[in-house]
């Protein structure tokens, strides 16, 4: 079955600390992998998408970077925290059409403090 | 500027009516309009789909309405049910990029 693994669920990290988000997807080739961000009381932000192994696109210039390692692997990095990076981080991922939703992790409630 | 919004954060219905969630967009480009249902501190679940080139598409008590030349979708829910209140987040694809509306809150009372 395809499932799809993110963690920590929660983390609290102080200002100007490095932050190493995991994401991993199983039983699916080759998928579209995807980092959002959801603020309070807002949608989701695209911050990263990937279609392939080191294949990254940055929608939002920012304090973050991605990595794709592994074809079902993909990582959301900082060097060094700001306030502003708090929020609600999800991994998502697809295959096929447009018409097919994405699948989302549990999701990483990130407190920058 | 915002290319999905959902001018309603919150909607309250009572069990067995119809619950009517909107959505408007602004981006024509658009070629695929989803909606998921998100409950707090949980990813987003895959509701329902519909192709731009499509005016409704229907599964279960979930149907969803597009309208092109007023850019606005909506999503119909026959009959509401307590288990429906969430958040419902409308989103539209271009090039495999979906863009979020802002989400609104639906309360199905008993």
């Known amino acids: 079955s395809q499932t799809i693994h993110q963690w920590p669920a929660t983390l609290v990290q102080p200002v100007g600390s490095p932050l190493s988000l995991e994401c991993t997807v199983e039983?699916?080739?080759?998928?579209?992998l995807y980092w959002y961000r959801q603020a309070a009381g807002r949608g989701l932000q695209l911050l990263f998408y990937?279609?392939?192994?080191?294949?990254i696109s940055s929608e939002v210039p920012q304090n973050l970077s991605a990595s794709r390692p592994q074809d079902r692997q993909f990582i959301l990095s900082s060097k060094k925290l700001l306030l502003s990076d708090s929020g609600f981080y999800l991994c998502?991922?697809?295959?096929?059409?447009?018409?097919?939703?994405?699948?989302f992790g549990s999701g990483t409630r990130l407190t920058v403090v | 500027d915002q290319q999905v919004k959902q001018n309603s954060p919150s909607l309250s219905v009572q069990e067995g009516r119809i619950s009517i969630l909107n959505c408007d967009y602004t981006?024509?480009?658009?070629?695929?309009f989803l909606w998921y249902k998100k409950y707090p501190a949980e990813g987003p679940t895959f509701l329902i789909s519909?192709?731009?080139?499509?005016d409704k598409n229907e599964d279960g008590r979930f149907t969803v309405f597009l309208n092109k030349s007023a850019k606005h979708l909506s999503l119909h829910i026959v009959p509401s049910q307590p288990g429906d209140s969430a958040v419902y987040f409308c989103?539209?694809?271009?090039?495999?990029?979906?863009?979020f509306g802002d989400g609104t809150t639906l309360t199905v009372k008993p």
């Open positions: 998502a991922w697809v295959t096929g059409t447009g018409l097919n939703g994405y699948t």
């Open positions: 039983g699916t080739s080759n998928p579209n």
């Open positions: 990937s279609i392939g192994i080191d294949q």
């Open positions: 981006n024509s480009m658009f070629d695929y």
């Open positions: 519909i192709s731009s080139i499509k």
């Open positions: 989103a539209a694809t271009n090039a495999g990029k979906s863009t």
